[in-house]
C-alpha cells in the first residue's frame, strides 16, 4: 500500500479528499433527471475540451466530467484557469437544448451563473454574485492591515469561479471552473478569491457540487419549458438581481480593438448588457471584456 503521505497518493493532503464518484452519482443520477452520466478523472488538462471531443462522436444529453486537477483550464479570451489538485470544483455539462430557438441558446452562460449562485447560497452559505457575462465573485473580509485611508472593514469583492460555454457536436458544454479552499497564499492573483476566504459554512465539494448541478438542473428546465424564453422563465429577472455589474460605470473591451465607458443600466432580453453612454445614448454589448470602474467598494474587478 502506498503511504498516505507520499506527494503520489490522493489522500496526501487530508484537508482536499478526493471526490465520492458512487455517493455523486447516487445522489445526481436519476431515471427521469437531466444528468445521465458522471465521470470523474484524476487529471486533465480542461474538462470542456474533453467533453467537447466526446460529444462531436455522439454523447447524450446531461453528461457531466470532473477533473480533481485540471492543468489548462480556459477562460474567456484563452486566459488559463490552473489551481492545486482537489482545491475546487473543475467540472463541464453538455446540453442539448434542441427545441429552443439557437438565438437563445447565448443566455446558458448566464443561467448557469444564475444556477451556481442559487445553489452556493444554499450549499456553502456564501453569497455570490455575477459579473457578466461570466464571473462570480464573492466579498473577503478586510483585515486592518489591508484598509485604506477611509475605509471601514466591509470586504471587497474578488473572482471566485468563472464559466465558459462552447458549441460541440448538437448541443453546448459548459464549463465550471470554482475555487473552494484556496488558501490566500495559493491564489494566482491578487484579485481572486475562494469560498473559504470567504467564509463559506461549507467547503466539502461533493455537497457544492450537488447543490450547483440540482440548481442548474432547475433552471434548465424552466427556461426550456418557456423555450428559452428568458423573460417568461423569471431567469432575466434573476440574473438581473445578482448582477453586480449593473449600477456601476464600466469599461468594455470589445472585439476589435474598441473600447466602450458608461453606466451599466440593465440585461436585456437577449442576455446583453445595455451602457448608458451618455446623451442619453443606450449601446448593448453582446460580447467583451468588461471592467468595474466604480461601484460599492470602489476599485477595479
Not at 483585515?143 to 477611509?150: F, T, W
Given at each position: ?231 417568461a422563465s423569471g431567469l432575466q429577472e434573476a440574473y438581473a438581481a ?60
Amino acid at each position: 500500500m502506498t503511504p498516505s503521505d507520499t506527494p503520489q497518493s490522493r489522500w496526501s493532503d487530508l484537508d482536499r479528499p478526493p471526490l465520492n464518484v458512487p455517493a455523486l452519482r447516487r445522489g445526481l443520477l436519476r431515471p427521469g433527471g437531466l444528468w445521465t452520466s458522471l465521470d470523474v478523472v484524476e487529471t486533465t488538462g480542461s474538462t470542456n475540451s474533453d467533453l467537447a471531443r466526446r460529444a462531436a462522436a455522439g454523447l447524450d444529453e446531461g453528461a457531466v466530467l470532473v477533473a480533481e486537477e485540471q492543468t489548462a483550464g480556459r477562460g474567456r479570451l484563452d486566459r488559463t484557469w490552473t489551481a492545486p489538485a482537489r482545491s475546487g470544483l473543475f467540472f463541464s455539462v453538455y446540453l442539448k437544448p434542441g427545441d429552443v430557438p439557437a438565438e437563445r441558446w447565448g443566455w446558458l452562460p448566464l443561467l448557469t451563473g444564475v444556477a451556481a449562485a442559487t445553489g452556493l447560497a444554499r450549499s456553502a452559505g456564501v453569497d455570490t454574485a455575477l459579473k457578466w457575462p461570466n464571473d462570480l465573485l464573492v466579498t473577503v473580509p478586510k483585515g486592518s492591515d489591508q484598509l485604506r485611508p477611509g475605509e471601514t472593514p466591509l470586504g471587497e469583492e474578488r473572482k471566485a469561479g468563472g464559466i465558459l460555454a462552447e458549441r460541440a457536436g448538437d448541443g453546448v458544454v459548459v464549463g465550471m471552473g470554482l475555487n473552494v479552499s484556496l488558501r490566500a497564499d495559493e491564489l494566482p492573483a491578487p484579485t481572486a478569491a475562494s469560498l473559504a476566504l470567504a467564509g463559506a459554512v461549507s467547503t466539502d465539494r461533493e455537497t457544492l457540487l450537488r447543490g450547483v448541478l440540482r440548481s442548474l438542473e432547475h433552471w434548465y428546465g424552466q427556461w426550456r419549458a418557456a423555450d428559452g424564453d428568458a423573460a417568461a422563465s423569471g431567469l432575466q429577472e434573476a440574473y438581473a438581481a445578482g448582477c453586480a455589474t449593473l449600477g456601476r460605470t464600466v469599461r468594455a473591451q470589445l472585439p476589435g480593438d474598441r473600447t466602450l465607458t458608461g453606466e451599466a443600466v440593465a440585461i436585456d432580453g437577449d442576455g446583453r448588457l445595455v451602457l448608458s453612454t451618455g446623451n442619453g445614448l443606450q449601446e448593448p454589448v453582446s460580447a467583451g471584456d468588461i471592467i468595474h470602474l466604480r461601484g460599492a467598494e470602489g476599485g477595479l474587478v
